[in-house]
C-alpha cells in the first residue's frame, strides 16, 4: 500500500498570501487529521476528518480551515499567512474511527518570509 | 485539560548506558497511550502502544494509572536509537482526540 502522501512538499509564501495543502491517505483509511510540527511546541493538533465531517478542531485561529472529500483526500488551507505559520505541517491517516496507529505523511514545509 | 508532558527536551546517554524517556498525562478517563519516533530524515512512525504490551526494537512502556505516567526504557541504548520521540495520548469521550507531548530528542553517543 503507499503511504500517506502530502503535497507540496515545500513552499515558499509571503506575509498575507494564503495556502493550501493536500493529502492523499493511506488507501481505506477514513479518518484524516492535522498537525503543525515546530521545535518548540511539537505536534500540535489542527483538526481531524472522518468520512468528510469534522470531528474536532484544534485551538488554532479561524484561518486555518480544512476539509475532507468523498475519496478520503484532505485538503488544509491557511490565510493571510503570518511569520508565525512558518512550520511542518503533518498529515496523518488511520483506519478506524477511534483513535488508533496513525500513519503520518512526509510533511509540507511552509515558509512565510 | 487533557495534557501530555515530556519533561526534558534533549536527553544524551552513552552507547550501551540504559534510557528512560519520561511521559507524564493527565486524563481522568481510560486513554490509550503510544510513542512515537522520528528518525532523521523519515516520517514520524509508531513505536509502541500501551495496550499491545510488546517490546520493539528493545524498547518498553509501562502504563502507571496511579503515577499517569507511561515512561519508555530501553536497557541498553544503541547509535541508532538516536530520534525525536513523542508521546501521545488519545481518547474518544465525545469527539476524537489525539494529544502529543512536546518531544524529548535522544542522543546516544558512541
Known amino acids: 500500500k503507499a503511504g500517506v502522501t502530502q503535497t507540496p512538499r515545500y513552499l515558499i509564501k509571503t506575509r498575507g498570501q494564503q495556502v493550501t495543502l493536500s493529502c492523499s491517505p493511506i488507501?481505506?483509511?477514513?479518518?484524516v487529521s492535522w498537525y503543525q510540527q515546530t521545535p518548540g511546541q511539537g505536534l500540535q493538533f489542527l483538526f481531524e476528518?472522518?468520512?468528510?465531517?469534522?470531528?474536532n478542531k484544534g485551538n488554532f485561529p479561524g484561518r486555518f480551515s480544512g476539509r475532507q472529500f468523498s475519496n478520503s483526500r484532505s485538503e488544509m488551507n491557511v490565510s493571510t499567512l503570518e511569520l508565525g505559520d512558518s512550520a511542518l505541517y503533518l498529515c496523518?491517516?488511520?483506519?478506524?474511527?477511534?483513535?488508533?496507529?496513525?500513519?503520518f505523511g512526509e510533511g509540507s514545509r511552509l515558509t512565510v518570509l | 485539560a487533557q495534557r501530555v508532558t515530556q519533561p526534558e527536551k534533549l536527553l544524551s546517554v552513552f552507547k550501551g548506558a540504559p534510557v528512560e524517556l519520561k511521559c507524564n498525562y493527565s486524563?481522568?478517563?481510560?486513554?490509550?497511550l503510544f510513542w512515537y519516533v522520528q528518525y532523521s530524515r523519515q516520517r514520524l512512525q509508531l513505536l509502541l502502544r500501551?495496550?499491545s504490551r510488546e517490546s520493539i526494537k528493545g524498547f518498553t512502556a509501562d502504563l502507571n494509572k496511579g503515577e499517569t505516567s507511561f515512561h519508555l526504557k530501553k536497557p541498553f541504548a544503541q547509535e541508532e536509537d538516536s530520534a525525536m520521540y513523542y508521546c501521545?495520548?488519545?481518547?474518544?469521550?465525545?469527539?476524537?482526540?489525539?494529544?502529543f507531548g512536546t518531544g524529548t530528542r535522544l542522543k546516544v553517543l558512541a
Open positions: 486524563y481522568s478517563g481510560s486513554p490509550e
Open positions: 501521545a495520548l488519545s481518547f474518544t469521550s465525545g469527539t476524537y482526540k489525539y494529544i
Open positions: 496523518a491517516s488511520s483506519q478506524s474511527s477511534s483513535p488508533g496507529e496513525l500513519f
Open positions: 500501551h495496550i
Open positions: 476528518y472522518f468520512s468528510e465531517t469534522q470531528r
Open positions: 488507501s481505506g483509511h477514513r479518518s
